[in-house]
């Protein structure tokens, strides 16, 4: 096992947790510390796929979607088989040294004593299951989370959430894995959500949030924004008391059909542009 | 067709987008690429109009009536048969560099091979059918869309609001146009939508947004701000459970021939400052 | 009728504004111009008095009480029968060279051809009828908008909104005024608002904001800013569906009795720091 | 008694207060005021220690759990019967040199003449009365309040809430002190608040607000924060108008066994370093 390096940690507390993490791998591993992957790196990551994972990190902040916790991946530009998340840190934080390439086990490839997210083998599983998927968002989306406790389903109410089409399906841990800490925290229970996931490009989490897949980071970015504005707004909708006409499936998939707003193109740009404002 | 000019492009993908434009322009034309008008230009545009023209894009995000979706248009001070808007691009993101000049027909007159809003068709058509119109927004403001797609109309239930008379009409798409992608990409479409307008301030546009017009810029931001706000507040005073009083429609015609809120003058030299400072 | 001076107007526009203004009021005013007071000055107000009720105007632009609209005044510290007020500007443009003083018809005591509130009377009106009364603030609070068309009356829900005591009335235009442009824009007006308002700490004006007393300056923007707290809180109260328990009057008394968060002198500190940051 | 020692006070208005107080605490004590304990201190607190108190003032401000109002204690780390909170003021404006300590009674250990916050006898409670409690917040987080007044209990409804467990108590002020100005200023209506309490994680305040424990500062500091985002998404759950699955008890229990969010430590830095950020 490696010593953690220590790059661009501006708090002490940092050190010492890493140091103490070294020690509490060599002693017995918890949930959030897990193995190494006996797999080789499929080598260096394309610096400007990085450089958009870190933006997606903080372009969730941004548009409160991510807090504190949540994560996000990219399947890994050299390998199918692999793909890069950063270490257990705060999405605001992260940084291009602090990407870690994972097998599909949800394995690390060079942990170097890191502490990971426990919740990782969503993206692990959703990447074996899903050939279509090269970017997932695991989020606590407050818009979003009431959807996951009601029986009122979320749908799109406009042409922003096409993506969306008859609804998002919703995973409850407790049907496969009973009464739990409600963390994805295992492969088995990863399982479970990939199951309910389908062909869905999301899945809602019962009392805990959702897990948004696209075909690249902005589709993963952007659909996660407007889940989230279409549940706000589809909330403000129902409060109002009369019927609600929600988008016609085919008028979904007719704007997927035509490149759903061009692959969030035009937002991408100006998102990027203000995430990345005063880090460099 | 000429090439692309690289004006204020600080993203190298613009380059990318514009010269790949170039070619897709010569080997077939996407909708969102569209026609050159045969038209000659009523020449260059009044600085200061562009200049207000690009701060109402600016206002309007820092209003959260446009995100990264959206636009605003306005009559060319030159012709009555022109109108000035940017090529496709973030509001936000919009300098005076990046207004094209277009026909009536939704037809730019030097596209200079750049990519333009699919659906500027609603701005053509709006100026064509009235001649009282000379600023043209439109957007996906939140609190609105749920009036989209409800059957309880939106309404003004206070002064701020009195340009909406008895309410504003609902544009949907299916009605003329079946199953679509939802958005206002041709000239057909575009008039379905007008005749919804109608002599309306504004129309709403079923699982969409909103078209709103006003006799100059600062009315057609202004009245965009204030929908936004009134569809919040109808539906916070929906939500207490009561009776809710609505404007008399004749105290909104009294507000109104006493010059809606002195043509926003009050307003318009604040939002102005706010948008415009950074920029110079 | 003197010219209007130029003081701290970074904005061409308001030199233009000022000099027709003087033209208007050489040929037959507007409502917004008003009459000159035949009465004398009571001399220059306390530096510190101006500076508090700049730092409100801001203050309360700061919480979203006020926008472009709304005014905030002050009885004047050298006579009780003049009150301090803004020229007609956005709040957050107001500096101390902006503040008029008026007599208590509302009418300016020397007006230099600078445009007014037209409804400066809600400020005279008060002044006049209540001799508790020192601080006036008319706002468009978007909270409280709701309350001002609902039957459900607006009542106190927690400590903060004791000030409400048994809760707030409620103006309603039409019942002395019938049809009108909905502004308390003349004397006549205004009487039928004070009456409505009584004893009461402030009044819902239907359709349009509310009018907040307070024997200070700290007391009206605190009291303007927690009716707007209280009122979404309540809002959001009502919407969980179950009952409500209010404030017993008993309970808002002793805490009006106790000092009423002590004068809001703790806040106040911070609101006025926060608010003149930058200015100086 | 001391004189008011002067330190980091940019506004004069604080050494006016301070002097007054002076004057007030010579010729009779108003109840904000307070005796001087007899104890003896405790020493000086660990700078870490204070630290993370000033930082927990500012975070509670920045994410709108605090205003101008509530106040954060810690317990001291050289006595168990020594607690450290700010002197009467505005939490974001605490430093270190603000804190102060009190013995258990709610007695100042050496106040030099400081305003204290009235309701100072919450923490000194709560401390006597929960030896597992290390860190206190009293706040009026406005997403809470509704569920104090309404009969709708509060109930977590996502894994981020799960120290409620079965949902937090309410504390009626009424119940044991009758009508009062709402405000536990003494020893006798904190003891009732304790009893409400009980061995939960916080209690609900009628009309007023919460009082939020937790082993250490982060705890306290992220449940105060996670009870205001659960207590507003309850709110929109239950305005869907469908069934809400609350979290199972079990499954909170579980949550809080696997470390509570690892005892917020990865939310923990971020937000300390962006409260802190500009204050060095």
Redo the contacts between chains.
Sequence with gaps: MQKSSQRGT??G??KF?ATSLGTAVAIGLPA?CGAQSGSRSAGPADPALLEDLVAANRILVRYGVL???GHVSVRHNASRERFLISR???P??VTAADILEYDLNGDAIDLRGRAQYSERYIHAAIYRARPDVNAVVHN?S??V????????PLR?????A?FMLEGLPVFDI?DESG?????VNSPERAEGLVTALGDSAAVLM????IAVTGPSIPFAVGRSIYTQ?NA?????????????????P??GQ??L??GE??G????W???K?DALRGMR
Excluded at 206 to 209: A, E, K, M, V
Excluded at 264 to 267: A, M, P
């Design positions: 501006p708090v507390r940092r947790l959030w807090d504190g916790m257990s840190l705060a605001e934080l606590h407050p818009a989370i009431p959807f996951t406790v009601s029986d009122v799109p109410i406009y042409h922003m096409s407790r009464i739990t800490n409600m963390l019962r009392g805990h949030g504005i706000d707004l589809q909330q403000r909708a129902i409060s109002l008391g009369g019927n609600v006409e929600y988008l016609d085919r008028e007719a704007m059909d035509a707003n061009r969030y193109s035009r937002s740009e100006l998102w542009r």
